[in-house]
Nanobody, 121 residues
């Protein structure tokens, strides 16, 4: 079981990027999912998360510019980031909370390998 990320890359300031993250493999259930990012020398921070019911939380620096969504049938989470800024440049990680089995006590953390977003002019 792993997460497959796509959509990172180079973008111009003011542009748009859409990140995708799909779960590969079989699990019992996916709970909260989201996108995190990590700047060099800093701790990983939450960018946006969404619960299975659709409740969303955004970090202040992307509010109004980001849209997180999910497709529960495909176990896929998306992040669209508009009006890109240089400060958005870093590595983005997908997260999915996984129950591997029906009788799993709690959700386990599953992380993607990271995708680089580079906003430059």
């Amino acid at each position: 079981v792993r997460l497959v990320e796509s959509g990172g890359g180079l973008a111009l300031p003011g542009g748009t990027l859409r990140l995708s993250c799909s779960l590969s493999g079989n699990v019992f259930k996916v709970g909260r999912v989201g996108w995190y990012r990590q700047y060099p020398g800093k701790e990983r921070e939450s960018v946006a998360t969404i619960t299975r019911a659709g409740s969303k939380v955004y970090v202040d620096s992307v509010k109004g510019r980001a849209t997180i969504s999910r497709d529960n049938a495909k176990n896929t989470v998306y992040l669209q980031l508009d009006r890109l800024m240089a400060e958005d440049t870093t590595v983005y990680y997908c997260y999915q909370g996984i129950k591997y089995y029906k009788d799993s006590y709690d959700y386990d953390d599953l992380w993607g390998q990271g995708t680089v977003v580079n906003v430059f002019s």
